[in-house]
């Protein structure tokens, strides 16, 4: 076996019996890295592999968790029933918003999205068509049922939030590979070239967006299941700036280094819990040294290579 | 009429300190195709030191108001010009090759750092800032009365920003920051020490920033640690809204954001007041991508 396939197995391995270890409280920070590794792996679709610089992901997050509240407070339609259609809100959102902004480049768009979270936050704060509850919030959320089983401790969550984690990895995985996924790499690398070669690069960026949303808007579904109140002070600015860090950090368009990148970030202020006030100011520190000594990230995208020998044989010796 | 005249002053003396801020934002921008997320916390550390030398050294009783505040805020831009430029030779110099996104979270870095240390030094609680430093007296102008605060921040602010661009305009190292702002490599082969650009770069913007943190806090009267992010935002609307990388744009930019504020809170709505900030940053870069003066700077982004 290969030594990363034997780390896979081991990290698998570990994160299944982990909860049988530790107790509500670690579980429960476990849970937090977990959502925060889907959203994180959901804005790496349009940060890591389209190379959109979108620092906005937390409010397609509240569109998606807020949909989940409000359907499920007012016409108690069963919370995990919303996670599709809070995925397509906002997905739909994220069509509406994108739209416009798909063609600016780089760290135009970047404060577009910023713009973007805090309007978003505004309109919540504001309670916006009386229907989010205003800087309060929405409360009652129910507790998610699967098979008539009810999910309530953070033991039960566990599952419910890795399952969807693993998830979240293989299909990930999969789009990498895909056609899809490839396409959004060119892009990345040069999308004038791209567009050279008859990729659509607009719609490819625009159905990254979508994509990402769509995902940050199911994980929405999980996140107000858990929480059971939301409120506008979950989708600040800063919780995007946490999703962005952690895909840089860890690894922008490489799934494993986001992971780790979503433990580091959510998981070590955690450790460092006593430290109180301190542990942010090493954090800040902290960053600005990752970047110094792995500006790629911890664990950096590789990249992809082809094997093309098979050509040098029909053209006669190559070179 | 007499609102409308009421908010116009209000906003222009918001808009001048937006300006300043603006002005840190579009030269680090303009040179290193940078946004300094650490800006922000730079104008809140000049708050919060400005407080902090009121409060002990009562400049003010000892050689009279406005000389008092006049050496305040000097001693106020030093020290915070000293900090941007500690903080460009730690945090950024060394990721100046580096993909443009590393810089980026390194800068965020640098504002958790900020903001973090300001919370540990001074509490998290609002401070206050002692409210008989300026006359509290109005004029009258057109059947309006105008607080003499507002004029004097305004005055104050139009003076740093004419110093500035004289600087930048006429003399040897302001051509060497337009200069590299073009072209760093050209301005390399011409002789030209682009470390030491950045460095006049990085001493200039924060200490304008820092002032702008003395008048907030001399405005308003209340500071927090957390302040400098909103402020820090709205400035970058206005660097945007003027054309980034263009000096007189941020000025333009600053003064009219204030204003669009100012009226927005007045006819519109007081809640939506930043939302409609970030919409006309939307629209602006929808509509008018390079900013109303366009960018002076060749776009490679």
């Known amino acids: 076996m290969k030594p990363a396939t034997i780390i896979n197995v081991l990290v698998v391995a570990a994160l299944l019996v982990a909860p049988y270890w530790l107790n509500a409280y670690w579980v429960d920070v476990l849970n937090s890295i977990g959502i925060y590794a889907v959203l994180a792996l959901s804005l790496n679709v349009i940060l890591g592999y ?30 995990l029933w919303l996670m599709p259609l809070s995925g397509l809100t906002a997905g739909f959102f994220a069509l509406l918003v994108a739209r416009p902004i798909i063609h600016l480049r780089g760290d135009y768009l970047l404060i577009v999205t910023i713009g973007i979270v805090e309007i978003v936050r505004i309109a919540l704060v504001n309670n916006v068509f009386g229907i989010t509850g205003g800087s309060n919030g929405i409360f009652g959320i ?13 033991h039960d969550f566990y599952y419910l939030i890795f399952g969807f984690a693993a998830i979240t990895v293989l299909l990930f995985l999969r789009l990498e ?26 719609h490819y960026k625009l159905v990254a967006f979508i994509l990402g949303a769509f995902w940050a808007g199911m994980a929405g579904t999980i996140f107000a299941a858990k929480m059971t109140i939301v409120s506008p002070q979950s989708f600040t600015f800063w919780e ?20 780790l990148g979503a433990f580091l970030i959510v998981g070590l202020p955690e450790v460092f819990r006593e430290f109180a006030g301190a542990r942010m100011l090493v954090f800040g520190a902290a960053m600005i040294l990752m970047m110094i000594f792995r500006p790629k990230g911890i664990l950096p995208a590789q990249p992809r290579t082809y094997n093309l020998d098979f050509l040098a044989g029909s053209r006669g010796g190559g070179k | 009429m007499q609102l409308f005249l009421e908010q116009l002053t209000n906003g222009l003396a918001v808009g001048g300190i937006y300006a300043l801020i603006a002005l840190g934002y579009t030269m680090v921008y303009g040179v290193l195709k940078l946004i300094n997320f650490a800006h922000g916390d730079l104008f809140t550390i000049g708050a919060f030191f400005g407080l902090t030398l009121l409060l002990s050294l009562g400049l003010t009783s000892h050689i009279g108001p406005v000389a008092g505040i006049i050496v305040l805020v000097l001693m106020v831009m030093g020290l915070v010009a000293l900090i941007g430029a500690l903080l460009e030779r730690v945090a950024y110099r060394p990721l100046r090759t580096s993909p443009r996104l590393s ?7 640098a504002s958790i750092f900020f903001q973090n240390a300001i919370m540990l030094i001074y509490g998290a609680r609002f401070r206050v ?56 490599g050209a301005a390399k082969l011409m002789g030209i020490d682009v470390n030491r650009v950045i460095m006049y770069v990085f001493l200039i913007g924060p200490a304008l920033g820092g002032a702008a943190g003395v008048m907030v806090g001399m405005y308003y009267g209340q500071i927090n640690f957390t302040m400098g992010w909103v402020y820090g935002l709205k400035a970058f609307t206005a660097a945007i809204l003027g054309g980034i990388g ?18 927005g809170a007045t006819y519109i709505s007081l809640a939506w007041k930043d939302a409609i900030s970030f919409m006309v940053l939307i629209l602006i870069l929808i509509f008018r991508p390079t900013g109303l003066l366009g960018e002076r700077v060749a776009d490679k982004v």
């Open chain 1, 240 to 259: 995007s700036v946490v999703m962005f860090t952690i895909v840089i950090l860890g690894g922008s368009g490489n799934i494993r280094g986001v992971l």
């Open chain 2, 129 to 184: 800032y002692p409210h008989d430093l300026l006359p509290t007296t109005t004029v009258s102008l057109l059947g309006v009365s105008i607080p003499v605060m507002r004029i004097v921040l305004f005055g104050a602010s139009l003076v740093m920003m004419a110093g500035l661009y004289y600087f930048v305009q006429r003399t040897k190292t302001g051509t060497a920051i337009r200069a590299a702002a073009i072209d760093q």
């Open chain 1, 142 to 154: 129910n507790r998610p049922e699967l098979f008539g089983y009810v999910i309530r401790t953070p």
């Open chain 1, 50 to 79: 389209a190379g959109l610089f979108h620092m906005g992901h937390a409010a397609f997050f509240a569109v998606g968790t807020y949909t989940t509240a409000i359907l499920n407070t007012q016409f108690g339609i069963p919370v």
């Open chain 1, 177 to 202: 590979n895909s056609r899809f996924g490839r396409a959004l790499n060119y892009i990345r690398e040069d999308d004038v070239a791209a567009e050279g070669s008859g990729i659509d690069a607009a």
């Open chain 2, 246 to 263: 263009n000096i007189p744009g941020a000025m333009l930019g600053g003064l009219l954001l204030g204003v669009i504020e100012a009226m």
């Open chain 2, 103 to 109: 810089a980026v979270v390194s800068a965020l870095g």
